[in-house]
């Protein structure tokens, strides 16, 4: 197991999405291949996203309970063959809605599989002086939190590699589970 290689594949226009992503990333230490930025419109456009890694660690934010409509022609063009995937929706602490759920059934018609899923709080991009929304999520905490899902999706893929089947409202990843603050 020790030869897998990961990647993070992730849309953050202003970069919460990625500090996560990066941060589980990282704390699963297998070889890791060169983050993969979406937020640049001519990378979603490119075909068969992610091939070389055999675990994506993918991550998209939440926009109006949904994942955000220009990202899904990039998972569209993405070939799972049966690899594994971790989605994670960042979300502004107001809604998550069915961004997550969205994810798992987009990356499963893609033929990939799920190991693990989850939500994580990001500042809302909408955070002004007047409106504050999770302001300077992700915090301490946070990163923390991450760092130790990268380290359980570890041990999962090494001793108990199963994938999820269900997803509650928030955040599941069957025998892994992450509640929000
Ligand atoms: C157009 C738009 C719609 C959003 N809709 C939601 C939402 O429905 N629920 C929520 O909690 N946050 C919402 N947010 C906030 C983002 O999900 C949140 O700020 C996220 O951390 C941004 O990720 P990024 O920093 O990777 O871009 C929205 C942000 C934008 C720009």
Redesign the pocket.
Known sequence: MSNLKTQAIFF???????KIITTITDALKFEKLQDFNLTFPSKREMVNIGADADILVFGA?????KVPSMVIPAIENMIGNNRWIVPIA????????NALSEMVYLFREQGFRILAAASFI?????TSNDFKLAENRPDFDDLKSARSFGHEIKRKIEYSPLEIHTIAQKTDLSNIERKNK
């Open positions: 953050s226009p202003t970069n919460t999405t990625l934010p939440v926009y109006g309970g960042v979300y502004g602490n107001a809604r998550l809605g990001g500042e809302h991009s909408f």
